[in-house]
């Protein structure tokens, strides 16, 4: 951060709360003119501050209203196993996070499903079969309280 001064900061805010925002909208909220924001905006991507524009999807208007928490035990913990497990993760398209996690257990995956009986297929047959997986512990969420796509910072 030693590199964004409070324009930077601005515009950084600006673009979470509307990527879609033009670059003159842009440049009249943090106070400068447009090819000066353009300048600023293209020198945040490039040193990686932006990582890219995406829409934020409603997954439950789609159908997948279930959500649950998986807390993994791994049986080993070397790199080659930890590397396996997250290769083989990514390629789990109902699985919308995963995490390491530095505790008393190893990885904590949120999975995302039409319904319960769908969730312990993908448990079952998925999860469950990951490799080095030693044990699954499930929490199903009831409600969601707060769940924002990114903080704005």
């Known amino acids: 951060m030693e590199n964004l001064d409070k324009l930077d900061m601005s515009i950084l805010r600006e673009l979470q709360k509307n990527g879609r925002i033009t670059v003159t ?6 106070g400068l003119s447009k090819t000066p924001c353009q300048v600023r ?3 945040l991507e490039e040193l990686g501050y932006i990582l890219g524009y995406t829409a934020i999807i409603d ?3 789609l159908g997948s209203r279930h959500v649950a928490f998986v807390q993994v035990t791994m049986i080993d ?3 080659n196993a930890l590397q396996a497990f997250n290769d083989a993760v990514r390629e789990i398209p ?11 257990f190893d990885y904590l995956l ?3 499903t039409s319904n319960i009986e769908n ?6 047959e998925k999860i469950s079969n990951l490799p080095f997986v030693k044990q699954t512990s499930t929490f199903v969420v009831m409600e969601d309280v707060k ?4 903080k704005v910072i």
């Open 119 to 124: 969730y312990r297929l993908v448990l079952g």
């Open 110 to 112: 949120k999975v995302r």
């Open 59 to 61: 997954q439950k208007k």
């Open 147 to 150: 769940d924002v796509a990114s």
């Open 77 to 79: 913990t070397k790199t």
């Open 25 to 30: 909208e842009l440049a009249s909220r943090v």
């Open 94 to 104: 109902e699985i919308e996070q995963c995490h390491m996690i530095a505790g008393s």
């Open 41 to 43: 905006v293209k020198r």
